[in-house]
Nanobody, 126 residues
Framework: VQLQACGGGLVQARGCLRLSCTASGRSFSSFVVGWFRQAPGEEREFVAALKWDDGRSIYEHSVKGRFTTSKDSAKNTVYLQMDSLTPEDTAGYYC????????????????????WGQGTLVTVSS
């Protein structure tokens, strides 16, 4: 599975961006698609994840209520809508995918994912 993430850019604080993650090679069916971010000098951290088959999502605490995952089955694409952005959201954002399970709790961990996209940079100015 090859993942292509795009949609990053420069935005002012309180602005919004929508990231997309598209798979080639196979459908996202039976997969969980996660989003992670890594700021300079920081460790990679979980942001959100969506279970493709039933649409359930999980979010990191600091983005809950501001970020939303969604999917477009026809385009085999997962989106991360990011609203009310703050400079603390500045980072490289990566999408990842893994075979799904019955529960989503394991998918907070980067080690759970087998496939990774190349990342897209989000910069939020104050």
């Amino acid at each position: 599975v090859q993942l292509q993430a795009c949609g990053g850019g420069l935005v002012q604080a309180r602005g919004c961006l929508r990231l997309s993650c598209t798979a080639s090679g196979r459908s996202f069916s039976s997969f969980v698609v996660g989003w992670f971010r890594q700021a300079p000098g920081e460790e990679r951290e979980f942001v959100a994840a969506l279970k493709w088959d039933d649409g359930r999502s999980i979010y990191e605490h600091s983005v809950k209520g501001r970020f939303t995952t969604s999917k477009d089955s026809a385009k085999n694409t997962v989106y991360l809508q990011m609203d009310s952005l703050t400079p603390e959201d500045t980072a490289g954002y990566y999408c990842a995918a893994a075979r799904s399970g019955n529960v989503l709790s394991p998918f907070y961990r980067a080690e759970r994912y087998n496939y990774w996209g190349q990342g897209t940079l989000v910069t939020v100015s104050s």
